[in-house]
Each structure stands twice: as C-alpha cells, then as structure tokens.
C-alpha cells in the first residue's frame, strides 16, 4: 500500500467502535428535498480500522471507459454486497447503529458496503450522484464513514449552482438523504497538497449504488 498514514497518536489505544448518533448529529437541509447529516468524531478506534482494512482488504484497482478511451479509476475499490463476510466486525455494528438512528426515516436497513482507497491526493471521485439503482427515481440514503487523512466532500445541486464542500476527518460520519442522490452530486476532488491516505467506507440500502 502506498504512503503510511500518520497515526493520530493519542488515539491508538482506542477500542474500536461507534460512538451514539442521537443528538450528535448536524443536519442540513438543502434545497430539493435533500439533506445532509454530519456526525463527527463517530467511530472511535479510528486507526484500528483504517490499519486492518489496508491490510485484509482485497483492494483492486479498476479501469472504466471514458469517452474513447480507458482509463485507470483514480482510487482502489472493494464491495461487499448484503450477506457477505465483512472485513471488520466494526461494520455490523455501524449499520446496526444507522439503523436504529434511520430505519423510521428510511424504511428499510443499511445492508451493503462499499470502500474505496484514496492512496493520496492524485486520487479522486468526479462529480456524480449514486444513481446506479434506486437513488436516480427515489429518495434514499447513503452512509459515508471517513478514516484516514481527511479530505473533501464536496457537494453541489444538479442543474448547477454554488457548491458545498465537508471536510470528512479521521472517524467523522456524513449521510446524504432524501433526494441527494438525484437531486445533487457530490465528489472528492484531488488536491495538489501533500495528502496522506484516506479510505471512505459507504453504507447503503439494498439496489442503490
Ligand atoms: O469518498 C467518498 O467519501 C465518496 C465516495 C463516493 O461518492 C462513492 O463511492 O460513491
Ligand atoms: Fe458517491
């Protein structure tokens, strides 16, 4: 794997686990039925996770056609689909906890995992809505809990418009809800600043991607 990580180093001997959501979390409304909660400092054990999952996950890289080429995706993939062993017990626990917090407002559970691996600030996702499934027609969530070198989320309304940036640190929780998925685009741009790396872990309900 490449570039190491500065561990954060008061925070080593942490155990690993979810602190509580309830009144922790920040939302934001945004325009077109879309919202954005932010719980910071979520998971503790922060450098417990992101050590394991540089080192158990079968991180793959992918190429994707653009235009008339192919090109290399700027950042290091793995999906567990629902059913699937995940790579750290911590991940049961989240979603078991998102799940109390948001199966009224959802109405249904968190059931899949997807982790990309951004090795340093070359790396990047461009602006896009996860619209694969059921986020291009309904309103959804999508989970994203951030470790490693923070970095930024930024977010803008689809037909254009000034855009939102978050910056996600070691531990720190964002959900974007409601209409996000459709309505707005988020992405994390690169950065020409000496970047450690980050690894983003998104939960989301069954048949949205
Ligand atoms: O890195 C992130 O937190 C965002 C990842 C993302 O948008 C995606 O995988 O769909
Ligand atoms: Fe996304």
Redesign the pocket.
């Known amino acids: 794997m490449t570039g190491a990580f500065q561990a954060s180093l008061l925070g080593l001997d942490e155990e690993l686990g979810v602190r509580p959501l309830g009144g922790a979390v920040r939302r934001t409304v945004l325009d077109h039925g879309a919202w954005i909660d932010v719980r910071r400092g979520w998971l503790s054990g922060a450098d417990t996770l992101f050590a394991r999952l540089t080192e158990v996950v079968p991180w793959h890289a992918e190429r994707r056609h653009m235009y008339d080429k192919v090109v290399d995706v700027p ?1 290091l993939l793995k999906f567990y689909d629902e059913g699937e062993t995940l790579p750290d017990r911590v991940f049961d626990e989240a979603m078991r906890a998102l799940d109390a917090h948001y199966q009224e407002e959802l109405g249904e559970p968190f059931r899949t995992v ?1 982790l ?1 691996f ?1 090795r340093d600030g070359r790396d990047s ?1 461009a602006w ?1 809505g ?1 619209t694969i499934g059921r986020g291009s027609t309904e309103d959804t969530m ?1 989970a ?1 809990l ?1 470790v490693g070198t923070p ?1 930024s ?1 930024l977010l803008r309304p689809r037909g254009g418009g000034p855009s939102i940036r978050h910056d ?1 640190g070691h531990g720190d929780l ?1 959900v974007m809800g409601g209409s996000c998925q459709r309505t707005w685009e ?3 741009p690169k950065t020409a600043r000496p970047t450690g790396p ?1 690894i ?1 872990v ?1 939960f989301r309900p069954r048949g949205v991607r």
């Open positions: 950042r997807g990309c951004y996702v896009h996860d999508v994203i951030s970095r989320l996600l964002l988020h992405a994390v980050r983003s998104q």
